[in-house]
């Protein structure tokens, strides 16, 4: 069944709902569990994504969405994993961070009336109402200030678009 047309940009649900929400308090291990929680309810409507578009975008970090979610929780718990030795730190966690942003989306626009969502439509949803933004939110606070130069570039540059750098104060 067809859903109605809308006018203009529709407003985005998460296709996926939790039973508390997670607020700026939780405590860095509830966050982590929300996190992947988020993620795999996520998977059925990534999957549906691409089996009517026939293709995806997700995919240049190398890592499937589930391993993308392990791997950034790493950076909450001030954890930087190793990488294999031609790979840079920074790069990738930007690759994973750019295939976490693309597996959302995709998985949102998937459900019925939200395939033509808008770029500032999805990018509001997915930095305030997703567990995934409050969780790259608090990777910034947590590597701001990272020895690291290359990972320090991509979190203060590359990471929360000035369009929401509100969330960061």
Not at 25 to 45: D, G, N, T, Y
Not at 68 to 75: E, L
Not at 125 to 143: F, P
Request: with cysteine; glycine share 4%.
């Amino acid at each position: 069944e067809d859903a109605p047309p809308v006018e203009g940009p529709a407003a985005l649900v998460c296709p996926v709902s939790f039973s508390q929400p997670v607020s700026d308090e939780s405590s860095v291990a509830q966050l982590s569990a929300k996190f992947k929680e988020e993620i795999a309810l996520m998977r059925p409507w990534y999957d549906r994504s691409t089996e009517e578009r026939k293709r995806t975008t997700v995919g240049v970090s190398g890592m499937e969405p589930e391993a993308i979610g392990s791997f950034v929780v790493q950076f909450l718990y001030d954890d930087i994993p190793s990488t294999q030795e031609d790979n840079n730190l920074g790069a990738l966690f930007k690759l994973a961070v750019e295939d976490l942003k693309a597996f959302y989306y995709e998985s949102a626009t998937a459900r019925p009336g939200q395939m033509d969502a808008d770029s500032e439509t999805l990018s509001q949803w997915y930095w305030r109402e997703t567990v995934a933004g409050k969780v790259l939110v608090a990777v910034h606070r947590t590597h701001r200030d990272s020895e690291d130069e290359t990972l320090r570039r991509v979190v203060n540059r590359n990471l929360v678009p000035r369009a929401h750098a509100s969330l960061l104060s």
